[in-house]
């Protein structure tokens, strides 16, 4: 059977991505992806009533259950410092990037 | 001989701690000796060669946080000493997946990319717990970001063995809060469960897993893989270490507003009433597996392993020795359409979750030279994520691209509707069944050796076989203790209900736990505690 994921679409998934893969990571990959559609193809291939609706998450939530959304009301939180701290590279309070890929319009 | 303070229930600790007849300091230092005697090399990121002795040993723990377990026993026992209430779960020695954020201490998802990140907050679950006086002793570990059945995708090995036999897997993705637990080296865990991650180790390991009703416990500082089914839950060696856990950590939370507002009932209260009354069903579409084969996509059925299948009978047997009322031929049609829908659904879900992991706010960043920002990324989350990471955010792009998302996501999304409905109609009050609970076993077979599935990612998702419909279907699920096959290793018997009905399924639970008492299987040791 022919690969649904070919050489190709996989390199547009993996640009996707934001990944860069060895050789032989890309290989194992794209196997395994072209296996797991296959144990999904069941899926691709059988009637669904149209009728159906979607289920985004298992328990239905009522009223009853569901948390009133709190007052959108800023309040302060002590954690920016241990926050900052996670960063791999700050300059002062700022987080350093690099070139952000752009185009000059003049 | 006494037996080790670690080895006793949560209850039997907390109870003696607040009455002041053991401190939660020894307690502590009874669980960091086992730890000691059972727990072999620290996991880590070396580059990993696997030494015989690895498989004699558990590997549970990726980071071990003694001294602030100390500073927490020593509050304990002060409050006591001052006739302050120390908690329901005081002295309690705990092991969090390493999954949760816990302020202060490294929260590493076991993935490289995470390996160095600090949490600045504490999770909802693991603050409650240890509000309520449990200690904790560290984070354990779990396939990277939870995306495994083994443990084995952890960035950080050894990979934990089963305590029952180290040569084989301890199962995932808590797979290191069961082996623990099972071990001694916690009393209780704290797990998640996204397809069967608390239960299917529970039942590899020998111990009793509780998933929730997706809700019931708050996601708040918990890392996330799929939203829309992660829900944490306890890991203990009794059914009513799991009641008393569970009833500590769930609730409503104002930080994550998935988490249910309903009141939480006292799940101890009932657990001794038995399970007079109570209608418990079987199903054969839980009897056998039906799994496409991996070249072909073609589908094969077959009965799930004999010994187990005799081990659910025999269960259901005793439950109605007991007053339950046993109807057998529940249809649950689309159980077998669970694994693909989840490998549609998670893979959505997981891809859009990782796609935070940038080299840029936390975690790895490549250090080399980079041209611009998309290199950094691109060479950020190469060098940051294993394979299974990888492999899931490639299939979540490729189900949700506009021009297969019809054909995969949203069919999934509408089949998950089908598999909540076969529940639905099995506890429907007024429907044919009525049940109160469906029993079937937790896993197809008992637990695997390293490397005999690692490496077959179709292969290894379907040992979630039986979990993962109540995950798509939100409903609570209870993995308890069933008997040893014929090789000495752990069944698991699985208990599924309607929504938010915990409170039944640990009774149902612990009657079969209190009329099993006496048999021998229950005496048994796992291997690595054997003399």
């Known amino acids: ?106 | 001989m006494t037996a080790p303070l670690c080895d006793l229930p949560a209850m039997e600790i907390a109870s003696r701690v607040r009455a002041g007849t053991v401190r939660a300091e020894a307690v502590l230092d009874s669980a960091l000796e086992r730890i000691r005697l059972v727990e072999g090399r620290a996991p880590s990121l070396e580059p990993y060669t696997p030494m015989p002795e690895d498989r004699q040993k558990v590997h549970a723990f990726i980071t071990l946080t003694e001294e602030r377990a100390r500073a927490q026993a020593q509050g304990v026992d002060q409050s006591v000493a001052a006739g302050r209430d120390p908690g329901p779960l005081a002295g309690v020695p705990l092991a969090v997946k390493d999954i949760f954020c816990v302020q202060g201490t490294r929260s590493t998802a076991a993935s490289r990319i995470l390996a160095n990140f600090i949490a600045p907050y504490t999770a909802t679950p693991v603050a409650r717990l240890e509000a309520a006086g449990a200690v904790t002793l560290g984070k354990v570990n779990l396939d990277e970001f939870t995306f495994g059945s083994s443990n084995e995708s952890t960035a950080f090995r050894p990979p934990p063995g089963n305590p029952w036999d180290p040569r084989r897997v301890p199962g995932g993705s808590s797979g290191g809060s069961a082996a623990a637990v099972a071990a001694g080296e916690a009393v209780l865990s704290l797990g998640t469960d996204t397809a069967g991650s608390i239960r299917q180790p529970a039942a590899f390991c020998g111990v009793v897993g509780m998933k929730p009703t997706y809700g019931r416990v708050s996601r708040y500082g918990l890392i996330a893989f799929a939203s829309s089914l992660d829900c944490p839950g306890p890991v203990s060696r009794t059914v009513t270490d799991a009641a008393l856990m569970l009833r500590v950590m769930a609730g409503a939370d104002e930080h994550d507003t998935t988490a249910a507002v309903m009141p939480v009932p006292d799940y101890l209260a009932g657990l001794e009433d038995g399970v007079r009354g109570l209608r418990i069903g079987l199903s054969p579409d839980y009897f056998r597996l039906t799994y496409p084969d991996p070249e072909t996509g073609e589908l094969h059925a077959q009965p799930i392993t004999p010994e187990i299948e005799q081990a659910v009978r025999q269960a259901a047997e005793r439950l109605a020795r007991n007053g339950a009322e046993i109807v057998e031929g529940v249809p649950m049609p689309n159980t077998h359409l669970g694994i693909p829908a989840y490998f549609v659904i998670s893979r959505v879900e997981a891809a859009s979750n990782l796609h935070r992991y940038d080299g840029i706010k936390y975690g790895y960043r490549f250090p080399g030279p980079v041209a611009d920002l998309r290199e950094l990324y691109r060479k950020s989350r190469a060098a940051g994520f294993g394979l299974q990471p990888k492999l899931r955010i490639l299939m979540g792009m490729y189900v949700s691209a506009e021009q297969y998302e019809k054909g995969y996501y949203q069919r999934a999304l509408r089949v998950r509707t089908l598999i909540r409905r076969d529940f639905e109609q099995a506890f429907d009050p007024k429907g044919k069944h009525r049940l109160d609970a469906l029993l079937s076993a937790t896993t197809p077979t008992t637990a695997f050796e390293l490397d005999a599935v690692y490496g077959d990612s179709v292969l290894m998702q379907y040992a979630d076989l039986l979990t993962v419909p109540a995950d798509h279907a939100g409903v609570p699920g209870l993995s308890i203790p069933g008997g040893l096959d014929a090789q000495g290793l752990p069944i698991g018997l699985q208990l599924l209900g309607p929504d938010f009905s915990e409170a039944t399924l640990l009774r149902i639970g612990r009657t079969y736990e209190r009329e099993t008492e006496g048999e021998a299987w229950r005496k048994a040791r796992p291997k690595v505690l054997r003399g």
């Open chain 1, 1 to 106: 059977m022919a690969d649904a994921i070919t050489a190709e679409i996989f390199d547009h998934l993996v640009e996707l991505a934001a990944l860069e893969l060895q050789p032989a990571e890309a290989e194992y990959l794209r196997a395994q992806l072209n296996s797991q559609l296959n144990a999904i193809r069941e899926l691709e291939a059988m009637e669904v009533d149209p009728g159906i609706g979607i289920t985004s998450h298992g328990v239905p939530y009522t009223p009853a259950i569901s948390a009133v959304p709190r007052a959108d009301v800023a309040s302060p939180s002590d954690l920016a410092d241990a926050i900052l701290k996670q960063a791999p590279e700050l300059d002062g309070r700022y987080l350093v990037v690099p070139d952000i890929p752009h185009t000059d319009l003049t």
